[in-house]
């Protein structure tokens, strides 16, 4: 999930919240996401070429029975059918949007174990809109993007089946092993077979997560990036390292209570 722009059944194209304290959150965000000597991101959350892929919205009336998470917009082959699987499986459905000809056009939802999540139609390619800089930058340098996806959950196996009805995704096992006891993990895949999530047992490393979508994003400088979460009024929950030594990916909370993964450019 390097690129925004995956257009296919289970790709995540982008992913929003909507918070009380905004401009609090607008501040904490901005400096967190902007570090680096190009940050990938904008101040106004818009990804540096002005795409926007994670939107930072006031708790206003119409959303304040929404929970305080960052809600991925996964794309479904028929957003009409998707809602009715998650239903019949536990789910529920918190917004559903129609068209003037009854058409659905995108619902959110909740999977049984309460973590939130967005469904739209399978975008056209090419459907995007334009960026305001691109002809200036480097077409292979990295820019603001949703990179990866993680539900920790203790019922995984449960939870695998449920996405797989709903937005359709096949499944590839992970062994692992905690304790010399071994399971495995699953790695979700898109319509076109490649890696779009992970749904992994709330054990060992793992086990002090929240049972929510936590998406990730990259930033510029991953190190200065956490040290400006405290100051800003988060937490840094979990780092991981990498062979080197340095951080190779952290989740952090943010002022409000949400959740959100960090990863090196």
Not at 53 to 69: F, V
Not at 113 to 134: K, L, T, W
Not at 191 to 213: E, F, M, S
Request: proline letters at 8%; charged letters at 25%.
């Amino acid at each position: 999930m390097s690129e925004p722009s995956l257009f296919r059944v289970g790709g995540v194209l982008s992913a929003d919240i909507a918070v009380p304290e905004h401009e609090r959150e607008v501040r904490f965000y901005s400096r967190v996401l902007c570090t680096g000597e190009r940050p990938l991101w904008r101040e106004d959350l818009m990804n540096s070429r002005g795409i926007p892929i994670i939107g930072l919205g006031p708790r206003s009336a119409d959303y304040e029975h929404l929970p305080l998470q960052w809600m991925p917009h996964i794309q479904v082959a028929d957003v009409a059918a998707s809602v009715q699987r998650a239903v019949e499986r536990g789910g529920r459905e918190l917004m559903h949007a129609r068209g003037d000809d009854g058409k659905s056009q995108w619902a959110v939802l909740l999977d049984p174990n309460g973590a939130a999540f967005g469904i739209i139609p399978v975008i056209p390619a090419g459907a995007m809109p334009p960026s305001d800089d691109s002809a200036s930058r480097d077409t292979d340098e990295p820019v603001g993007c949703v990179r990866w996806l993680d539900l920790t959950i203790a019922n995984a196996a449960a939870t695998r089946d449920f996405y797989q009805q709903v937005i359709g995704w096949s499944v590839q096992e992970v062994e692992r092993e905690v304790d010399g006891e071994r399971y495995s993990d699953f790695t979700m895949l898109g319509g076109d077979g490649n890696p779009a999530a992970a749904i992994r047992h709330a054990r060992g490393t793992n086990a002090g997560l929240p049972p929510v979508w936590i998406i990730s994003v990259p930033v510029g400088d991953l190190a200065e990036s956490l040290r400006r979460v405290p100051e800003e009024g988060g937490k840094v929950i979990q780092t991981t390292p990498s062979a080197k030594g340095d951080c190779a990916s952290a989740v952090v909370q943010d002022p409000v209570g949400a959740y959100l993964g960090l990863l090196p450019a």
